[in-house]
Structure formats: structure tokens, C-alpha cells
T-cell receptor
Framework: LAKTTQPISMDSYEGQEVNITCSHN???????ITWYQQFPSQGPRFIIQ???TKVTNEVASLFIPADRKSSTLSLPRVSLSDTAVYYC?????????????FGTGTQLKVEL | KAGVTQTPRYLIKTRGQQVTLSCSPI?????VSWYQQTPGQGLQFLFE???????NKGNFPGRFSGRQFSNSRSEMNVSTLELGDSALYLC??????????????FGPGTRLTVT
């Protein structure tokens, strides 16, 4: 599985857009990029997954450049409830099965 | 649709004892994975079961074992508990492998404390 690097922490204010970047220089051809969110004492929650270019759902957008060596999770107009740890994962679900490898994640703190 | 349920939610055990944790996946999900989360090591993969067979295994000692039943419910067992086994144990379920997705649904976890 490709190693990922994310900022340890980020601070933001309510109503702002937050962009969290993940570096994955050795991503393989068949690897997907997946983001999870975790609140304290809860299990992680799937946010979004993508392979290339841009993916958008009702919660977030995922931007992936052509070389796929990094990706950016974009959270529009964050609120206090978005304070959580965000994990970037890279891997091939069809080869690796459902084994998720979590890094240290990014602690996002949203303030008023 | 009901989410992933785990029982018990909290557990206190003594060193040397064994413990069994239970997980009921979302209806229709056949894959169940287990993870251990500690402040020091973060989220670590334990094992995955699919159709009653262990399909993936993480780097944990043999004291950690699991099984899956025909209704997809899963149990994990830890024998000869050590203080370092104190952690939040998370279960996650997902659809079949062919969906080409890492979308898993996690339960609330079982908080195990070993004294």
C-alpha cells in the first residue's frame, strides 16, 4: 500500500472552505484514494473516494491532479461539527481486499 | 437500514483473562473487518472475514483471533489479555470485493480496558 503524508493538524473558522492535502508519491496504477472522517470515540466514516480528476458528493470534493501523487480533500463552508480527524488512504480495493491502512490523519479544528 | 452494531460497548478485564467481542454487520454485507485503535499506534487492521473465511490478516499475535458465522455476524477473541490490549476495537462491514471501493461502515466500537 502506498504511504501517505498529511498535515498533523489544521485550524479553521466556521463558514470557511478547508482543503486538506495528502501526498502519496508511490501510488500504484490501480490504487484509489479514499478519505475517512473520525469523531472522538466513534468509528471512522467514509467521506469520498476517487481515482483521478475531481469527485464531488454532498459532503466534500476530492481533487486529484494528473500525476496522482497527491490529492486534496475540500470541505466547503465548515462548521463546528466538522471538527474531527481526517484520514487519507491509498490502495487497490480489488487486490488488497478490505484491509484499510490508516495513517496518523489530520486533526481539523473548527472554531467560531 | 440498521448500522453496524457491536457488543458490548464497554468491557473491563484483568490481565490473563480472555475476551470475546461481537459484531453484527449491516444487512446484506458479507465482509467484516476488525481494527484496533490506541492513542499510541492509531488505527490498525486486525483481520477481515468474508463468507466465513479469513481473507486478510494484520500483524497481530496469535492471541487475537476471529470468526464469522453464516449470517455474517462476527466475533473476535483475545486470549491471555495484556495491559497493552486496552483499546477501542472497531468492526466494519462492507459489500463484496467486486464493488472496487474502500467504503466501509464502522460500528461504534467496544472499549476494552485491561487492568
Amino acid at each position: 500500500l502506498a504511504k501517505t503524508t498529511q498535515p498533523i493538524s489544521m485550524d479553521s473558522y466556521e463558514g470557511q472552505e478547508v482543503n486538506i492535502t495528502c501526498s502519496h508519491n508511490n501510488i500504484a496504477t490501480n490504487d484509489y484514494i479514499t478519505w475517512y472522517q473520525q469523531f472522538p470515540s466513534q468509528g471512522p466514516r467514509f467521506i469520498i473516494q476517487g481515482y483521478k480528476t475531481k469527485v464531488t458528493n454532498e459532503v466534500a470534493s476530492l481533487f486529484i491532479p494528473a500525476d496522482r501523487k497527491s490529492s486534496t480533500l475540500s470541505l466547503p463552508r465548515v462548521s463546528l461539527s466538522d471538527t474531527a480527524v481526517y484520514y487519507c488512504l491509498v490502495g487497490d480495493p480489488q487486490r488488497g481486499g478490505n484491509k484499510l491502512t490508516f495513517g496518523t490523519g489530520t486533526q481539523l479544528k473548527v472554531e467560531l | 437500514k440498521a448500522g453496524v452494531t457491536q457488543t458490548p460497548r464497554y468491557l473491563i478485564k484483568t490481565r490473563g483473562q480472555q475476551v470475546t467481542l461481537s459484531c453484527s454487520p449491516i444487512s446484506g454485507h458479507r465482509s467484516v473487518s476488525w481494527y484496533q485503535q490506541t492513542p499510541g499506534q492509531g488505527l490498525q487492521f486486525l483481520f477481515e472475514y468474508f463468507s466465513e473465511t479469513q481473507r486478510n490478516k494484520g500483524n497481530f499475535p496469535g492471541r487475537f483471533s476471529g470468526r464469522q458465522f453464516s449470517n455474517s455476524r462476527s466475533e473476535m477473541n483475545v486470549s491471555t489479555l495484556e495491559l497493552g490490549d486496552s483499546a477501542l476495537y472497531l468492526c466494519a462491514s462492507s459489500l463484496e470485493l467486486s464493488t472496487a471501493t474502500y467504503e466501509q461502515y464502522f460500528g461504534p466500537g467496544t472499549r476494552l480496558t485491561v487492568t
